[in-house]
Structures are given as structure tokens and as C-alpha cells.
């Protein structure tokens, strides 16, 4: 006794194949945007935790923003950065590190950790008393917290713990987010914005602008 099965035919398959296909097509790029998304909200996360840990480091040390680098003798490097500095308010390593960036890396001679963001010299690294003695701005002496920048996406290659607007300029800032970078501000926000929007003294040096 026989029975009959019926199974796809060649044509068949490969409709299938083709509407599987254009799914795919489909489905892709908003999975890679969706994912990109997520990667951004991650890193804005990270640059609005950083602020945060700023504010308590300043609550404990007389409202002084933490230096960009702090001298340490006997290390044989030029001192210890804000990214060990910051750690017992942050506890945690990866919040240095943006999910887009390929290579976090270490500032030159120093003692750091890997690291993906920037901090803004024009308020953490005056330098004018010698650079073993940083002089590092007072939240209460600067004006429009809100819109001066603390941390920024930082460049894979610079090297640095951060940048000075008025060396600088933006050629330290990486633009890692659909050409967009992360920021985070004084006053404890982070967010999302073109490299153009920021390039103004007003967003970087308290002094002016």
C-alpha cells in the first residue's frame, strides 16, 4: 500500500529563498540602526554617570572639579589620571569605555586605565601653577553648568585625558555616533549632538566665550 506525499518543487523553494531574501534586506538595516541605538543610549549613559561621579568627587574635595591628572611620585610616569581618580565613586572600569569605540586607550606616560571619553582641560588642568600642581576650577566659580562640556567622546588615537578647547579646538572629539558625539555637562546631563553644535568657546571655556 502507497501513499502519496507531496513536496515542494524547485519553483517553490525558491520563492521561498526569494522572500526570505527581501526580509533580510529588509530587517537588517533596521536591526543594525536598532543596535547603533542602543550603543548610543549606553554611551550617553556612561558620559551622564561619569558627571555624576564629578559632582560627589566635588562634594568631598570643597566643590573642586577631580583634576585631569594628579602627580604621583615614585610611579615614574607624570601622575594618575581622572579615570583611577574617579573609580571609588564609580566602581567600575567599563563605564570608560564607549561601546563604539574600537580601542579604548591610554593616556601617554601616565597611570590610567583604558578609557573612551575626554575630560574638558579649561576646568581640570590649568596648568599655570606647573603641571605637578593642577589647579582644577570650583563648580561654584562657573557660570551656565548646564552648557559648559565635562566629558566628550574622545578620539581612539589621542592619547590623552582629554582636550583644551583652546589648543584643540574639536580635532580631539570623535564623532562616533552616525557623526554625532556623546557629551556630558556640568551640571550632570549627557546627550547626543553634532560636532558643530559644541563648536563654540561658550561650551568649553569658563573664562569666556
Keep these: ?14 520563492v521561498v529563498i526569494a522572500v526570505i531574501a527581501v526580509l533580510v534586506a529588509i530587517l537588517f538595516p533596521v536591526y543594525s540602526r536598532a543596535r547603533a541605538a542602543a550603543r548610543k543610549a549606553q554611551c550617553v549613559s556612561n558620559a551622564r554617570q561619569l558627571a555624576q561621579a564629578v559632582r560627589m568627587y566635588a562634594a568631598d574635595y570643597d566643590r573642586r572639579l577631580v583634576p585631569a591628572r594628579v602627580w604621583a611620585p615614585n610611579t615614574g610616569t607624570l601622575g594618575i589620571t581622572w579615570c583611577l581618580t574617579l573609580q571609588p565613586y564609580i566602581q567600575n572600569q567599563q563605564i570608560l569605555i564607549c561601546p563604539e569605540d574600537p580601542a579604548p586607550q591610554l593616556a601617554s606616560r601616565s597611570t590610567d586605565l583604558p578609557h573612551s571619553y575626554g575630560i574638558n582641560y579649561l576646568l581640570t588642568f590649568n596648568t599655570s601653577w606647573g603641571y605637578y600642581y593642577p589647579l582644577t576650577l570650583s563648580m561654584s566659580s562657573i557660570n551656565r553648568i548646564s552648557d559648559m562640556i565635562l566629558f566628550f567622546d574622545l578620539k581612539s588615537d589621542a592619547h590623552a585625558m582629554g582636550a583644551s578647547y583652546v589648543a584643540h579646538r574639536l580635532s580631539r572629539v570623535a564623532a562616533r555616533h552616525n557623526g554625532q558625539a556623546v557629551f556630558s555637562f556640568v551640571d550632570g546631563h549627557a546627550k547626543s549632538l553634532p560636532l558643530q553644535a559644541v563648536d563654540s568657546p561658550r561650551y568649553w571655556n569658563p573664562f569666556g566665550g
Excluded at 501513499?3 to 523553494?13: P, S, V
Design 1 to 14: 500500500m502507497s501513499k502519496n506525499t507531496k513536496g515542494f518543487t524547485l519553483i517553490e523553494l525558491l
